[in-house]
């Protein structure tokens, strides 16, 4: 095997996680885009502005955290990339979902394991809160 082999090879391989990755984040960047555009999206900011404050957040982020605790990571990546963050208020919301991230399918195979459901939710849930509590306090 010669390095073209090698580079063409890796370079299939990265344009096809690309595509795979574009599929999920770039209609969730859009959807939260347009979303940006109703007095909808304001509404919700402004309920969750409160809570969102606890971690050093706009109201804005619940969008993200909602989006990659029942999708995945990468939903999340494109509803952030959707909305202003500092670099602070990035490291939070990343670290939060770090710990509650994808809790639908995660739950379910965790069940299958034995593993109680709503209990595994609620911890992870709970340190993913803490979590963002402390950094942003310790900032």
Same mark, same amino acid.
């Given at each position: 095997?010669?390095?073209?082999?090698?580079?063409?090879?890796?370079?299939?391989?990265?344009?096809?996680?690309?595509?795979?990755?574009?599929?999920?984040?770039?209609?969730?960047?859009?959807?939260?885009?347009?979303?940006?555009?109703?007095?909808?999206?304001?509404?919700?900011?402004?309920?969750?502005?409160?809570?969102? /404050?606890l971690?050093?957040?706009? *109201?804005? $982020?619940?969008?993200? +955290? =909602?989006?990659?605790? @029942?999708?995945?990571?990468?939903? #999340?990546?494109?509803?952030?990339?959707?909305?202003?963050?500092?670099?602070?208020?990035?490291t939070?919301?990343?670290?939060?979902?770090?710990?509650?991230?994808?809790?639908?399918?995660?739950? /379910?195979?965790?069940r299958?394991t *034995?593993? $109680?459901?709503?209990? +595994? =939710?609620?911890?992870? @849930?709970?340190?993913?809160?803490? #979590?963002?509590?402390?950094?942003?306090?310790?900032?």
């Amino acid at each position: 095997m010669n390095w073209q082999e090698t580079l063409y090879r890796g370079w299939k391989k990265g344009i096809n996680t690309t595509w795979v990755l574009a599929k999920t984040m770039l209609p969730i960047y859009i959807a939260v885009n347009l979303l940006k555009l109703t007095p909808l999206f304001t509404w919700l900011a402004d309920i969750c502005r409160p809570l969102m /404050a606890l971690f050093g957040l706009p *109201g804005e $982020a619940a969008t993200a +955290l =909602v989006i990659g605790n @029942l999708l995945n990571l990468y939903a #999340a990546i494109g509803a952030m990339a959707a909305i202003t963050l500092t670099g602070k208020q990035i490291t939070i919301i990343s670290l939060m979902l770090l710990l509650s991230h994808n809790l639908l399918v995660e739950t /379910a195979v965790s069940r299958q394991t *034995g593993i $109680a459901g709503w209990p +595994l =939710v609620a911890v992870r @849930l709970g340190f993913s809160f803490l #979590a963002g509590i402390i950094l942003n306090l310790f900032w």
